[in-house]
């Protein structure tokens, strides 16, 4: 085992939604720490606003528009990073969200959600996770090392209102994370690791009118959240990264199939 149990000092680590808040939080930390990092996101203009931020800290660091549902792209992408860098370290599956027609809205009840939004939400979320595992993961298998982190939710474990097809979606995340686990250790060996890490209640652009008013202030959905958190407040971006480093590296390398909550306490809070 090395001396620093969280060096990823030349790891090439895939980061999907890397373009995004909590996504391209954990590609800057990870490139100041020395990794080589490639993000995809499905828009090239998100690509290229991130990597001119990522490039002043170092050059190794890449970019790929690629829908992570489509395996074609991203088996294109695979080839890419390969020829470029040879190997595959860490998959990090940080692409994810929801659409309005998937939830349920105040005035509505769960009869008037869209089926082709549900769909939509459920094929990002779900397979959004499971085609870049499989195709990146086909690396990891050959060299018989890697670390797999997927992103689940609180929405995976409790039955958090209006969003039915993002709690569908993570649920199916959670027991994605158990099952590749379990496939991986058995038929690669203990060098493949995978887990999940299962924020609380993060503000990014697609939940901040959910949350908060037009003045800061916080909306009724808002309140309740934060009644319901111990810590009494929301995460910030970076407060991920910690358990990031850590499946990342050597000092989670007996650790696979589980799902690690970084929620200021929420899911151990029983309301009262």
């Given at each position: 085992m090395q001396d620093n149990l969280f060096a990823v000092s030349g790891k090439v680590i895939i980061i999907t939604g890397g373009a995004g808040v909590l996504g391209g939080a954990m590609a800057t930390m990870l490139l100041e720490q020395g990794a080589k990092i490639v993000i995809l996101s499905r828009r090239?203009?998100?690509?290229?606003?991130?990597?001119?931020?990522?490039q002043t800290i170092s050059e190794n660091a890449i970019g790929f528009a690629c829908d992570v549902t489509s395996q074609e792209q991203l088996e294109a992408v695979n080839r890419k990073i390969l020829e470029r860098w040879e190997r595959i370290d860490v998959l990090i599956n940080a692409a994810g969200g929801n659409i309005p027609?998937?939830?349920?809205?105040p005035e509505q009840t769960v009869f008037d959600v869209?089926?082709?939004?549900?769909?939509?939400?459920?094929d990002l979320n779900l397979?959004?996770?499971?085609?870049?595992?499989?195709?990146?993961?086909k690396a990891m298998a050959e060299q018989k090392s890697g670390?797999?982190?997927?992103?689940?939710?609180?929405?995976a474990t409790q039955s958090i209102t209006r969003v039915l097809g993002y709690s569908i979606a993570k649920a199916g995340i959670d027991m994605f994370t158990k099952w590749m686990a379990t496939e991986m250790a058995h038929k690669f060996g203990d060098g493949i690791r995978v887990n999940?890490?299962?924020?609380?209640?993060?503000?990014?652009?697609?939940?901040?009118r959910l949350l908060t008013n037009e003045d800061g202030s916080l909306t009724d959905r808002g309140n309740t959240i934060i009644q319901n958190t111990p810590m009494q407040r929301f995460g910030e971006a970076e407060e991920l990264n910690g358990a990031v480093l850590y499946l990342c590296g050597e000092a989670s390398k007996f650790v696979t199939g589980t799902?690690?909550?970084?929620?200021?306490?929420?899911?151990s809070f029983s309301g009262v």
């Open positions: 090239q203009s998100s690509i290229d606003e991130k990597l001119n931020e990522l027609g998937a939830t349920v809205g869209s089926e082709e939004a549900l769909r939509r939400v459920l397979m959004g996770s499971v085609l870049p595992t499989l195709v990146f993961g670390s797999i982190i997927n992103i689940s939710s609180m929405a999940a890490i299962a924020p609380g209640f993060f503000i990014g652009e697609q939940n901040r799902i690690i909550p970084v929620d200021g306490g929420f899911g």
